[in-house]
């Protein structure tokens, strides 16, 4: 079975009728499905792997990619629950 990037999320929006974007429990549910294939992949989930690969020590705190010339808050805010 081969996956796409984005298959399983545009699978899962065109499954109910009743589907709206910025309800909390669609949110809820998306941040949960995408949190279960990353510790799937993982075995960590989003959370336990930012916290497991920052380093105070270093410089951007072990911060590997962010968007633009700094590192903003919003580069480091883990919006996932678990």
Known sequence: MLLR???I???LIFMPVDYDPRAEITQEFF???QN???F???DQTAAELI???ARAQEENSGLTSWKGDKVRNLDVTVAKIT
Request: no cysteine.
């Open 9 to 11: 999320t545009k699978s």
């Open 36 to 38: 279960k294939l990353h």
């Open 31 to 33: 941040a949960t499905v």
């Open 40 to 42: 799937a992949i993982h």
């Open 51 to 53: 916290a497991n690969r």
């Open 5 to 7: 990037r984005g298959f």
